[in-house]
């Protein structure tokens, strides 16, 4: 049975972690080689890497920056979703459920997988609209991805949130140990992932890793998270002048830029083992509250009206962290974010601006037509 994953498409990615890639240092790191094995005629054997839910905000432009590192054909993309004309001709594409235990399996022994990326996942909001297909894919899919990545002694990687915590959680900071127990089935599934991976860890000694990103801003349309609020103002900012906030002005989020979330997972992918004192880390680079958001928007769209009418997401909103503690990834393996708010805003505006307006006043001009 199939399960459908309610996740944008991903259009753009700024040019230039495409065109070059910077691991931050700590002095106890040693940059790895862009490969897992070693095979005994001393050549360098790249990592396969299947990625899961790769269609999506993380998907799309993640395969993009490992395929750069590791050839297109090291890097097998999979969604439920209709890929793009774009998706097909960059690489590897293949249909796959996560809820098929046997499909996957056949996908991962075909393919030789080393390395295997879980990004399928219901986010926040969605999630609390569907609460049965949340459990299904974000609880039994990471269910089926875990034990294949068990049985075949792969790298797994997968993705955590600030929706891992919760109202008793300390907000200010909220550091990488603590009390998390979150009330969205989001949360709570990305917790179970956690301490699933970390038992599979300990029990079996699989590869496990997993980094708690904050809301992730790129110029992919909104899909449904809470933190969407950040990436909706500059789509409809820049076409209307106009945004209507389901916010409170002064609810302070954690949020990290897509060339940091994905530079953030290259180096933590590429850490030796040894370096890393635990399986999951949290990673962020910002704080700001919606009110300091559209403040520096204003100095690049002085006309743009912002009104507020909080709904439902404010409440999720306010059990979440408001500044995110990073401090054990930086000590452990040298993680650097490079974007503040106000870098943030420039590249948002100028990569909305040049890969959505252009596309969408072509559909108001056939729409006349």
């Given at each position: 049975?199939?399960?459908?994953?309610?996740?944008?498409?991903?259009?753009?990615?700024?040019?230039?972690?495409?065109?070059?890639?910077?691991?931050?240092?700590?002095?106890?790191?040693?940059?790895?080689?862009?490969?897992?094995?070693?095979?005994?005629?001393?050549?360098?054997?790249?990592?396969?890497?299947?990625?899961?839910?790769?269609?999506?905000?993380?998907?799309?432009?993640?395969?993009?920056?490992?395929?750069?590192?590791?050839?297109?054909?090291?890097?097998?993309?999979?969604?439920?979703?209709?890929?793009?004309?774009?998706?097909?001709?960059?690489?590897?594409?293949?249909?796959?459920?996560?809820?098929?235990?046997?499909?996957?399996?056949?996908?991962?022994?075909?393919?030789?997988?080393?390395?295997?990326?879980?990004?399928?996942?219901?986010?926040?909001?969605?999630?609390?609209?569907?609460?049965?297909l949340a459990v299904?894919?974000?609880?039994?899919?990471?269910?089926?991805?875990?034990?294949?990545?068990?049985?075949?002694?792969?790298?797994?990687?997968?993705?955590?949130?600030?929706?891992?915590?919760?109202?008793?959680?300390?907000?200010?900071?909220?550091?990488?140990?603590?009390?998390?127990?979150?009330?969205?089935?989001?949360?709570?599934?990305?917790?179970?992932?956690?301490?699933?991976?970390?038992?599979?860890?300990?029990?079996?000694?699989?590869?496990?890793?997993?980094?708690?990103?904050?809301?992730?801003?790129?110029?992919?349309?909104?899909?449904?998270?809470?933190?969407?609020?950040?990436?909706?103002?500059?789509?409809?900012?820049?076409?209307?002048?106009?945004?209507?906030?389901?916010?409170?002005?002064?609810?302070?989020?954690?949020?990290?830029?897509?060339?940091?979330?994905?530079?953030?997972?290259?180096?933590?992918?590429?850490?030796?083992?040894?370096?890393?004192?635990?399986?999951?880390?949290?990673?962020?680079?910002?704080?700001?509250?919606?009110?300091e958001l559209f403040?520096?928007?204003?100095?690049?769209?002085?006309?743009?009206?912002?009104?507020?009418?909080?709904?439902?997401?404010?409440?999720?909103?306010?059990?979440?962290?408001?500044?995110?503690?990073?401090?054990?990834?930086?000590?452990?393996?040298?993680?650097?974010?490079?974007?503040?708010?106000?870098?943030?805003?420039?590249?948002m505006v100028r990569?909305?601006?040049?890969?959505?307006?252009?596309?969408?006043?072509?559909?108001?001009?056939?729409?006349?037509?």
């Amino acid at each position: 049975m199939l399960c459908k994953k309610i996740i944008p498409f991903s259009y753009c990615f700024t040019k230039s972690v495409r065109r070059s890639f910077h691991v931050s240092g700590n002095p106890n790191y040693e940059k790895p080689d862009s490969a897992k094995c070693v095979n005994t005629n001393n050549t360098v054997k790249p990592p396969r890497i299947l990625i899961t839910g790769g269609l999506g905000q993380l998907g799309t432009e993640c395969a993009k920056l490992l395929r750069r590192n590791y050839g297109n054909e090291n890097v097998i993309l999979t969604d439920i979703i209709k890929p793009t004309k774009e998706s097909l001709e960059n690489g590897p594409f293949i249909f796959a459920d996560i809820l098929d235990f046997k499909g996957l399996q056949k996908i991962v022994v075909d393919y030789r997988i080393d390395w295997l990326i879980h990004f399928s996942a219901l986010l926040s909001a969605v999630g609390e609209q569907n609460v049965p297909l949340a459990v299904r894919v974000n609880i039994e899919g990471m269910h089926n991805v875990i034990e294949l990545a068990k049985q075949y002694k792969l790298r797994i990687f997968i993705p955590s949130t600030i929706g891992a915590f919760g109202p008793d959680s300390p907000r200010n900071p909220t550091p990488n140990i603590t009390v998390q127990r979150p009330r969205t089935i989001y949360g709570v599934s990305k917790v179970h992932a956690e301490l699933l991976g970390e038992y599979y860890h300990h029990r079996f000694g699989l590869d496990f890793r997993c980094l708690r990103f904050p809301g992730v801003i790129s110029c992919d349309p909104p899909g449904g998270g809470t933190t969407d609020y950040a990436v909706a103002v500059f789509h409809e900012g820049l076409l209307n002048k106009r945004y209507e906030c389901y916010l409170e002005p002064h609810t302070r989020l954690p949020m990290i830029y897509i060339e940091d979330c994905l530079s953030a997972l290259f180096q933590f992918l590429n850490t030796p083992d040894e370096l890393l004192r635990r399986r999951v880390y949290n990673v962020t680079a910002m704080s700001f509250t919606p009110e300091e958001l559209f403040s520096e928007l204003f100095k690049h769209i002085p006309d743009l009206k912002i009104t507020y009418k909080p709904d439902k997401r404010q409440y999720i909103a306010e059990n979440w962290p408001q500044v995110f503690d990073d401090s054990e990834a930086r000590r452990d393996w040298g993680w650097r974010h490079k974007y503040d708010l106000e870098r943030l805003v420039k590249s948002m505006v100028r990569d909305v601006s040049i890969n959505f307006l252009p596309k969408h006043r072509l559909k108001e001009v056939n729409s006349y037509v």
